[in-house]
Each structure stands twice: as C-alpha cells, then as structure tokens.
C-alpha cells in the first residue's frame, strides 16, 4: 500500500503561484505513475495532471501552459507547479499513485487550494 501526504496548498491572489508536494512511502516511486487530480464543491473530480515513470506529462486543457507536473526520484515526491491560478482554480487537489500501471488506486489525504479575485 503507497501512502501518499500532499502539502503546499493554501490561498493565493488570482495570478499568483503555488507548488505543490506529495511525499509517498515505498522504495519503488521511480515506477509509479503519478497524478493530481481536483475536485471543486458540487463539481466530478478532475484529473488536472498526468506522470509516467519515465517522465512523459499530459495535462487537462483548463491547466495548460500553467501548471507543470515534475517528479524526484530520490526524494519520493511529486509536485505540481501552479502559475497564473484563476479563481476556477479553487479545490482541493489529491495526489494519486498508480504502482502497478492498473489505474490510480492510492490517494493522499488532499490539499486546499483557494484563488481570491
């Protein structure tokens, strides 16, 4: 079982940046898919960003060309990058891990991102 422990949320002006982190347990993260996936009040959760093992991204069109998904290996952690946050922006933002390439089954606890106009 990976645990996952996201930080970094918070709020933030409209324009602003955030990173995100999301710290995961098992000595074998270099092989896990990773992703961030959002979900506002009364909206379906959104898969935002998208990591491969070896380092292939895909984003959701909303979060393109601002938010940029990145890994490190030798610290077990992945992180999401946001730059030029709107106020559609605002959720809260899950880590999700997929260590046998069956899907996202490892979630972490979630962080709150709020973007103020």
């Known amino acids: 079982q990976v645990q996952l422990v996201e930080s970094g949320g918070g709020l933030v002006q409209a324009g602003g940046s955030l990173r995100l982190s999301c710290a995961a347990s098992?000595?074998?993260?270099?092989?896990?898919?990773m992703g961030w996936y959002r979900q506002a009040p009364g909206k379906q959760a959104e898969l935002v960003a998208r990591?491969?093992?070896?380092?292939?991204?895909n984003y959701a069109d909303s979060v393109k060309g601002r938010f940029t998904i990145s890994r490190d290996n030798a610290k077990n952690t992945a992180y999401l990058q946001m730059n030029s946050l709107k106020p559609e922006d605002t959720a809260v933002y899950y880590c999700?891990?997929?260590?046998?390439?069956?899907?996202?089954?490892?979630w972490g606890q979630g962080t709150q991102v709020t973007v103020s106009s």
């Open positions: 999700a891990a997929d260590p046998s390439g069956t899907g996202f089954g490892s």
């Open positions: 990591i491969t093992s070896g380092g292939s991204t």
């Open positions: 098992g000595h074998t993260f270099s092989i896990y898919a």
